[in-house]
């Protein structure tokens, strides 16, 4: 079967299919849907194109050994973005633990926001706060604005109750939007002293 034939086919469909013939054309498939979307994922919490595609590289390694472990009882774009979201998380905690003082200074975030307060903010301004953002906040945030996961995915994707998860959630959006403040307030500084500075 061509791949231009697989075109059509759910992602469900597709996942089916694999598991039960082991065929490649329907991995390859499922890859070419989703390796961009997974890639852009893992470079928003490492700002590193070489480490953001070897996180990607292993995210879907894992994916072949779990994929039969896949229920339709869920979207599989919301599966595969917890897998995704649970490896960055853990990456960066090893990370954080073998290089404390290790800063990287290429920050640059590419990623849609979503609704209400997020979606106001000016989006320079969201990139430099969320570069301030813990990674499981940084990942409850996308899960919940980016990529729509109720409140149950996000629970059941971090292991921790709905009332935990909306907690969590207040308390990420109300520290962002003070990074948010912060930054617009220090960008506004550096305004007002080049007007002063060219009115001499």
Not at 11 to 30: G, H, T
Not at 112 to 124: A, P, R, V, Y
Request: glycine share 2%; aromatic share 12%.
């Amino acid at each position: 079967m061509k791949n231009s034939k697989l075109k059509h086919l759910s992602d469900e469909e597709l996942v089916s299919l694999y598991v039960d013939s082991q065929r490649n054309s329907y991995f390859e498939e499922i890859y070419e849907r989703y390796s961009n979307k997974v890639y852009r994922k893992c470079y928003s919490f490492t700002y590193n194109q070489e480490k953001a595609e070897d996180f990607t590289h292993d995210i879907f390694l894992k994916l072949i050994v779990k994929i039969g472990t896949f229920k339709e009882n869920a979207k599989f774009s919301t599966w595969l973005y917890s897998i995704t979201y649970n490896y960055c998380m853990d990456q960066i905690r090893v990370n954080k633990k073998q290089q404390e003082v290790s800063l990287d200074d290429n920050f640059d975030l590419e990623e849609d926001h979503g609704e209400s307060e997020i979606e106001s903010m000016h989006s320079e301004g969201l990139k430099k706060s969320m570069e301030k953002i813990p990674s499981d906040e940084k990942a409850l945030l996308l899960m919940k604005y980016q990529d729509d996961f109720s409140i149950k995915e996000i629970a059941d994707t971090l292991n921790i109750s709905e009332s935990a998860v909306k907690m969590r959630l207040l308390r990420s959006k109300d520290k962002l939007r003070k990074l948010y403040l912060e930054n617009i307030a220090v960008v506004g500084l550096i305004i007002i002293k080049l007007i002063l500075f060219w009115k001499k």
